[in-house]
Every structure is written in structure tokens, then in C-alpha cells.
């Protein structure tokens, strides 16, 4: 079956960049997306990309798609305490596939 | 728009019992979907509406678990007999469009079996 892989943890400065990067197999997804958990809560959809873009940028959310590689990107400038959190990818058009989530630590 | 709600927001319950969730989507999205996330882990399918018609079911969706979405509004997931491999986060997220889009979570129903 499909498949979404990432690194399970990240661990940053305050004011660095973060970067979490995720691999997939389902070549068929039109859209990919980056979704953000908080403990003990539901998913926010931080952003998406439509698959034949490289790059789309909001605010200081940057997502890097190489298609070819199937490998997606998403790079949070400036990050903050509040950033810290689980960072979900996902493809697919209606059955998302997810990967285990990265964590992201946020140092102050 | 209020989002995606979902009621209750924990239950626990003992192995063996029924349990009914329910989901009230963004008010006019016509596609529903149901998500099981365990601890550790991604959001797993289980299973997705398209108004009230059920389109899909995961394989992980065992004849103990049945989800309906009458007149295409809110949805209901019961599992009966519950097992304590049940114990898990039901997540339930809706989204608009006949072939996709994005999908809006709601805060999740936490079902722990004890």
C-alpha cells in the first residue's frame, strides 16, 4: 500500500528555521498536505501544495515539493514556542495516507 | 463557520460495551471522512461519505464498527463489543468538492476501554 515516511523528532533554537522533510509513494495525489497536532487535539491543516508545484510560501511557511523524488518539505522560518508540536504530511485525493508525525521541539 | 465538531470528546467504557460517536461537519462540505489514530501514530482511514452515501470502508473498519450519515449532515461511529485494542483517538474531518479537497479536522473522540 501507499506509504509516508518522516523523521520522528526535531529539535530546534527559538528564532532558527525548522525544517521537516517526508517522503511518499502515492505518485496519484494531486494535493500534499502538512497538518499540525497538538497534544490531546485534532488536526490543523497548516498548508498544501498542489503536486505540480516546487514551491509555495504563506507567511513563514515554505513547502519544497520534488516530485520526482517524492520528497516534501516544510520549512517554518522564525520558529516559535508555539510551533513546538507533531507535524503530519499526507497524500492522497480522498484516503489520506499519513506518516507518523514528526516532533518538533521548540528551545528557548 | 464553527468547524468540525465532534461529541464526546473522551469516553471510557468498559470492554465489551457499545459506543456511538458523533461528527457534525463544516456546514457545507458534503464529504465526511472518519480517521483512527492510536498513540505514536498517523491518522489511519477507516472510512468516508460523499453526502449520505458511504463510498468507502478501510479494512481496518471490522463488522463491529458501522458509521452512517443520514441525510447527509452529521455522522454517527458505533463500535460494538468493545475491545481494548479499540482504545484509540476517532478523528473525524469533512471537506467540499466532488473529488477531494482539503480536509478540516475536528478535535477528536478520545475512547479509552478499559
Redesign the interface.
Known amino acids: 500500500g501507499e506509504d509516508?515516511e518522516q523523521s520522528l523528532f526535531l529539535s530546534v533554537r527559538e528564532g532558527d528555521s525548522s525544517v521537516i522533510n517526508c517522503t511518499y509513494t502515492d505518485s496519484s495525489s494531486?494535493?500534499l498536505?502538512w497538518?499540525k497536532q497538538e497534544p490531546?487535539?485534532?488536526?490543523?491543516?497548516l498548508t498544501?501544495i498542489f503536486s505540480n508545484m516546487d514551491m509555495k510560501q504563506d507567511q513563514r511557511l515554505t513547502v519544497l515539493l520534488n516530485k520526482k523524488d517524492k520528497h516534501l518539505s516544510l520549512r517554518i522560518a522564525d520558529t516559535q514556542t508555539g510551533d513546538s508540536a507533531i507535524y503530519?504530511c499526507?497524500s492522497?485525493?480522498?484516503?489520506?495516507?499519513?506518516?507518523?508525525?514528526t516532533r518538533l521541539k521548540v528551545l528557548a | 463557520d464553527t468547524g468540525v465538531s465532534q461529541d464526546p470528546r473522551h469516553k471510557i467504557t468498559k470492554r465489551g460495551q457499545n459506543v456511538t460517536f458523533r461528527c457534525d461537519p463544516i456546514s457545507e462540505h458534503n464529504r465526511l471522512y472518519w480517521y483512527r489514530q492510536t498513540l505514536g501514530q498517523g491518522p489511519e482511514f477507516l472510512t468516508y461519505f460523499q453526502n449520505e452515501a458511504q463510498l468507502e470502508k478501510s479494512r481496518l473498519l471490522s463488522d463491529r464498527f458501522s458509521a452512517e450519515r443520514p441525510k447527509g449532515s452529521f455522522s454517527t461511529l458505533e463500535i460494538q463489543r468493545t475491545e481494548q485494542g479499540d482504545s484509540a483517538m476517532y478523528l473525524c474531518a469533512s471537506s467540499f468538492g466532488q473529488t477531494g479537497g482539503e480536509q478540516y479536522f475536528g478535535p477528536g473522540t478520545r475512547l479509552t476501554v478499559t
Open positions: 509516508v494531486t494535493y498536505y497538518y490531546g487535539a485534532g488536526l490543523q491543516l498544501y503530519f499526507s492522497g485525493t480522498y484516503k489520506y495516507i499519513f506518516g507518523t508525525g
